[in-house]
């Protein structure tokens, strides 16, 4: 039988507030591939100095549960439009804007599948008697943001009239650490599953809002084993893996910022791990012409640092580059039917190290795994 895809829009059981955890029932029937979250804000204030300017910087944890226990996604927002990034090769459509009161929007796109209307894998919602759930929870600084001004919409992608999905992929900040100077992280990877893709975000301390250097001298020395450390797979620099992403994604990381009016010399989040590049122009709010154009400081990082802002008058910006999201990503999917999935527990011990130069940063490993059982059995 063809499948055909429906958009369903899921129920939030509660009021979405600031700074709290609400939830949202996914249909307890049918095949979903994907979830579909729409978050808007309107903003309190201009001339702002915070990095995480951002409403996706605002949503801390996006968990997905099955019977009210079993954990089959747990993200932050960001963690997840970096995924997004690498699943579909361009970032959600967010609107973002600072300028007076006016309203930002944050699209989290959340695959079960290995993309977007993947018709073999996902989650079949039969199989969860107890339900499947989402908990979003977010930090809404009430200084920056219009609490009463929150909201969001989250649409289930299901698969209608095919047949069952055959496995589903979990993705995980499976281990979240603070970096020290010259000093290794040593990981094991957990032995259940099989691994399709690891990425490691690594975000950099900060000062008035700048990185204090560029994310990857957190990781200046990666070494990615099997077999309890007996067979190498990787030896490798963060700065050099991200380079290899850009040429074997056969995309540049291309991040928008519809207008931002910050204070001249703080930093705001840009999307990219390292720029390349920036293209930026004034959008008039009064129709009159600016009197001065307000660059910004060149930066190697994943901040924009503006050098002034005049009023009624904010930056529109593009910036291209390399490292969605402040990361990087090791792919065990390239065969065909992704042949080459690490299998976690007859290679175990699978084992992460990282060296980082500098300290105060915090670095993630995401894991992207896949299972084939569900409901009770998972």
Known sequence: MVHYWQ????????????????????????????????FQCD??????????????????????????????LSLSARQARAFAWYDQKVFP???????????????????????????????????????LELKIKNTLDTTQWNETKYSYEVFALMKREGTPFVGHFRKEDYKPYT?????????DLPTEGKLRRLILEMIASTTNGVDDTNPTNYATQIKYFKKSRKVELYDIAASTMQRINLLENQAEVLS?????????????RSGVGYPLAWAGMSVSKDGEVQAAFHGIDEQTNSCIKPEGYEADHPTSMLIKGMGPESTIIFRHDREPNMADML???????????????????????????????EGEAA
């Not at 129920?11 to 729409?38: C, F, R, Y």
């Not at 989650?123 to 008697?129: F, H």
């Not at 928008?256 to 705001?268: E, K, N, W």
């Not at 992460?352 to 894991?367: Q, R």
């Open 7 to 38: 958009p369903v829009k899921c129920v939030n059981k509660d009021t979405p507030t600031n700074n709290s955890t609400n939830t949202v029932k996914i249909p307890d029937a049918g095949q979903v591939g994907s979830l579909l979250a729409v």
């Open 43 to 72: 903003m309190d204030n201009v001339g702002r100095t915070s990095k995480d300017w951002r409403l996706i910087d605002e949503l801390d944890l996006l968990e997905v549960k099955g019977n009210g226990t079993r954990t089959l």
């Open 93 to 131: 459509p967010d609107i973002l804007r600072e300028y007076a009161t006016t309203s930002q929007v944050a699209v989290v796109l959340l695959n079960f599948g290995e993309k977007l209307y993947d018709p073999i894998h996902g989650l079949n919602a039969e199989k969860w008697s107890g339900g």
């Open 179 to 187: 970096t020290a100077t010259t000093t290794w992280e040593y990981i």
């Open 256 to 268: 928008h910022i519809q207008h931002y009016y910050h204070t001249a010399d703080y930093g705001l």
């Open 343 to 373: 299998d976690l527990f007859a290679e175990k011990t699978v084992t992460f190290d990282i060296y980082a130069k500098n300290a105060s940063g915090g670095n993630h490993v995401l894991l992207d795994r896949y299972f084939t059982t």
